[in-house]
């Protein structure tokens, strides 16, 4: 009764849900207008398949993926939720999935309406919604994140991690004292991730995945809830030897306090296929930590995302690339989605609100597709590009 007390707690008091998941992909997305407003200065878009995806409300999204052409870049903006969209000019940088350019990119941020970034390892910034870019002067990106106020880009030189912020709608990036360890190349795992929530930031350096994790291989955690300065150590939840490595989190939609946490031991499985996964919660920002039901023994993490409400999804990659989820809070999971990749990533797994969230999956490899839920995650929609 205790841990089930705990689970309840994690939810933010929102009322149980069915513990059955639906997986069938009908949920509504907004009605397009009779003739929709074309976004000036752009072309109606070709064939084209998402890698990428950034909304920044329910009916602004840009997404980023192949333009015709193995290496070229191609992006999209839709103004009514994904019902209709238009072709932004090509921005002036390959797609990095099978390019190995410097400049090349696999993901896009924005940040509201006219601000956004496409990065990895490249960095181009828009302030015209995507019209124009200009490179950004940084080293190689490994990740980006946007909070209130702040962007923030994690880059890699001669394998030391380097902290940059810019302010939203400047081009100027300011270099950010890291926490002691930070810096440093990791032996194993993800390297090091970072998420952002309002001013609160948190960094992660993952943990040894392997089948045994010595105390010293759990990982650890950093949180700044001043704008990347004034870092504190959290302890990694993650329980050696038999608890897995600390492999990726997510701070829930409007609660900065509130993480989860999953660590994972891939078991040296075969294509990932019996795996474990051992999550844990957080809602003090990470100074105590709460067990949860696994939510999944198969595949390895790739993206972690939680809605505010008591509704979490772990994306994984395996022999059969899925989406898990719960809708109450932690206690139950499901299989939502499976995109029928195989180790063929996933990209954007982020809510905008309660209701709306997105994914794109598989990324590269296979035909891609761009998911949609109006309902907390309960069902997926493909939007068609």
């Known amino acids: 009764m205790r841990h089930r007390n705990l689970v309840a707690g994690w939810s933010w008091g929102v009322a149980a849900v069915s513990a059955l998941m639906m997986t069938a992909c009908g949920s509504a997305v907004p009605t397009a207008p009779a003739s ?28 980023l993926g192949h333009g015709g052409c193995q290496h070229c870049a191609g992006l999209r903006v ?8 238009t072709a932004l000019p090509a921005p002036p940088a390959p797609l990095g999935y099978s390019n190995s350019s410097a400049n090349a990119v696999t993901e896009v941020a924005f940040a509201d309406d006219a601000n956004g970034f496409l990065y990895g390892p490249g960095m181009l910034a828009t302030h015209d919604g995507g019209r124009s870019w200009t490179r950004q002067p940084l080293p190689p990106v490994q990740a980006l994140s946007v909070g209130t106020s702040y962007a923030y880009a994690l880059t890699r ?8 912020r810019t302010a939203i709608g400047s081009s100027h990036w ?35 995945i392997g089948p045994t994790v010595t105390r010293g291989q759990a990982g ?34 409007g609660h900065p306090d509130a993480w989860l946490l999953d660590c994972f031991k891939n078991k040296q499985s075969s294509q990932e296929q019996n795996t474990q996964h051992y999550l844990y919660g957080t809602t003090d920002g990470g100074l105590s930590w709460v067990r949860l039901p696994d939510p999944t023994r198969h595949n390895m993490p790739s993206l972690l995302t939680d809605n505010g409400s008591g509704h979490a ?58 998911y949609r839920t109006d ?11």
């Open 36 to 63: 929709p407003s074309p976004v000036p200065g752009v072309s109606k878009p070709a064939g084209f398949e998402p890698a990428a995806v950034s909304f920044v409300s329910p009916s602004q999204g840009w997404v």
């Open 78 to 85: 839709t103004r009514d939720g994904g019902v209709h969209w």
């Open 157 to 164: 030189h001669s394998g030391l991690a380097g902290l940059w």
């Open 174 to 208: 300011a270099r950010l004292p890291l926490p002691p360890g930070a810096s440093q190349p990791a032996s194993w795992g993800y390297g090091t991730q970072m998420y952002a929530e309002g001013g609160t930031l948190v960094l992660l350096r993952s943990g040894f």
């Open 220 to 253: 650890q955690l950093w949180v700044s809830r001043h704008n990347g300065t004034g870092w504190q150590a959290r302890p990694a939840p993650c329980t050696p030897p038999g608890g897995g490595g600390a492999a990726v989190l997510s701070i829930a939609l």
């Open 313 to 370: 999804f772990l994306a994984t990659e395996g022999l059969f690339d899925s989406l898990v989820g719960t809708l109450d809070g932690g206690r139950h999971w499901h299989t939502v989605l499976r995109d029928g990749g195989s180790f063929y990533g996933w990209a954007g797994l982020r809510f905008v609100n309660a209701d709306t969230g997105f994914v794109v999956g598989p990324t590269h490899y296979s035909p891609e597709h761009l």
């Open 375 to 385: 309902n907390g995650g309960r069902t997926w929609q493909v939007l068609h590009l």
